[in-house]
């Protein structure tokens, strides 16, 4: 089991911008997997943003050119950089982490964009 801490998400501004941090209890480089997934009212969870053990990449179509994933091997922490948000994009989003064919959760952050 992993151990995820997730920044505060929060109110912006459509085409405004945020940064979501996720640190986990043990080295990104002991996982398979992390990355974002989010989950708006009514709509089933998706998949943001992850990366792989591989240093593959993927992100949602919808979001590709606005997002980017990154991660600090040092300090255990993926980020997530959001930029030109859009109503769209309001959700709860959850950082996940995989490791040895388990999955575990952060506590997810609530991401409203609204003018």
């Known amino acids: 089991q992993v151990q995820l801490v997730e920044s505060r998400g929060g109110l912006v501004q459509p085409g405004g911008s945020l940064r979501l941090s996720c640190t986990a209890s043990?080295?990104?480089?002991?996982?398979?997997?992390m990355g974002w997934y989010r989950q708006a009212p009514g709509k089933e969870r998706e998949l943001v943003a992850g990366?792989?053990?591989?240093?593959?990449?993927e992100y949602l179509d919808s979001v590709k050119g606005r997002f980017t994933i990154s991660r600090d091997n040092a300090k255990n922490t993926a980020y997530l950089q959001m930029n030109n948000l859009s109503p769209e994009d309001t959700a709860v989003y959850y950082c996940?982490?995989?490791?040895?064919?388990?999955?575990?959760w952060g506590q997810g952050t609530q991401v409203t964009v609204s003018s």
């Open positions: 996940y982490a995989e490791r040895l064919g388990a999955r575990s």
């Open positions: 043990r080295t990104i480089f002991s996982l398979n997997a």
């Open positions: 990366f792989s053990g591989g240093g593959r990449t």
